[in-house]
């Protein structure tokens, strides 16, 4: 029989649901591995809301104070699915209560505060991961696969965007739910932290190591009501990110973020191009992976969309039959069933917390840079 892995959730918005989803498929679609998710709690300070959370997702208590989930003995796993500036308090008291953690990307709210929670979890020796997901959607560690096989060669270019238009009324207020993600007293930054992380993490993950970096951002509406004080307040998030960067195996970056884009919704991109082939890939078709190969024929040669739903592509043999794709939530599924296999063979279950500090340090440069002007180093 599976050992149990019993999941504190502290939150209940879009991340909580994604999760929770995630926590509760695995085991139907993933029925070998030796630890098993076990809903116990889900904890939020509005009583109501989190009961109706937890009837939903399957959760089998609730709790309103986020210190008594983490004291609880029968929780081992605490999944941390607030805002950026609670991350470090929660994650430093589930390090001392020995409670292995799972925290929502960023990290933190910037690399003074990530590294701090590194030192925590890694004295504690609790397992830890970040949920920057998109690197299991299949297309994308597919990606991974073929450039770990050198098949793309020398890499010269990386360019990645993620667009989106959410932000662009001047009616919307700043706090609050979801909302946070526009008061940087809870969010440390806008579209840098919130977007452009997720195209970091993969970047790294996919092409190693950011150098440095030159950055300007621009916050389009500069003042905004705030939720929780009622008041007209200055937005200090950015609205849009641009970047140039070089990473450490000489190629060269550019990344773009904005919630300006009008008609973008979550359009996250990347182009890799390298000596041999490019690849490309995008969120809105998130089960291809567009591939060029120039040691292709002459009169052949052409961009090729490879549906990645086949049993010989990554994670794909535990889903339905080949040509049948599956979507974003499968992401979440996949990263829980990778700590879960983690977990198992006592191995890191990556990105942990020690590789999402490499983004929060990116992030922390390309802000650093927009502020100066000047070219910042990593
Ligand atoms: C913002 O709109 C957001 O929900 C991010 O917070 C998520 O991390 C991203 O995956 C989708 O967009």
Known sequence: MAKQLNIGMIGYGFMGRAHSNGY?????????????????????????????????????????DWRKLVERKDIDAVDICVPNNLHKEIALACAAAGKMILCEKPLAMNTAEGEVMCQAVEKAKVANTVWYNYRRIPAVTFAKQLIDEG????????????????????DLPQGGNGLWRLDVAAAGSGVTGDLLAHCIDTAIWLNGGVTNVTAMTETFIKERTHTLTGKVEKVGIDDACAFLCRFDNGSLGLFESTRYARGHKALYTFEING???????????????????????????????????????????????????????????????DFCESL??????????????????????????????QWANV
């Open 24 to 64: 509760n498929r695995v085991a139907n679609f993933f029925p070998e591995l030796e630890y098993k998710p076990v809903l116990k709690a889900a904890c939020a300070r509005n009583a109501d809301a989190i009961k109706a959370f937890a009837d939903t997702w399957g959760y089998q208590s609730t709790e309103t």
């Open 151 to 170: 098949k793309l060669g020398r890499i010269f270019h990386y360019r990645a965007n993620f667009l989106q238009d959410w932000t662009i009324s001047a």
């Open 275 to 337: 000596e041999h082939a490019s690849i490309k890939w995008d969120l809105h078709d998130l089960h291809r992976l567009q591939w060029f190969d120039h040691r292709d024929a002459g009169n052949l040669r052409g961009w090729r969309s490879i549906h990645v739903t086949d049993g010989d592509h990554p994670y794909m043999s535990k889903w339905w039959v080949p040509g049948l794709q599956i979507g974003y939530e499968h992401s979440f599924v996949h990263q829980v069933a």
């Open 344 to 373: 198992a063979k006592g191995t890191p279950c990556g990105p942990t917390f020690r590789d999402a500090l490499e983004t929060q340090k990116v992030c922390d440069a390309v802000l650093g840079s927009a502020k100066t002007g």
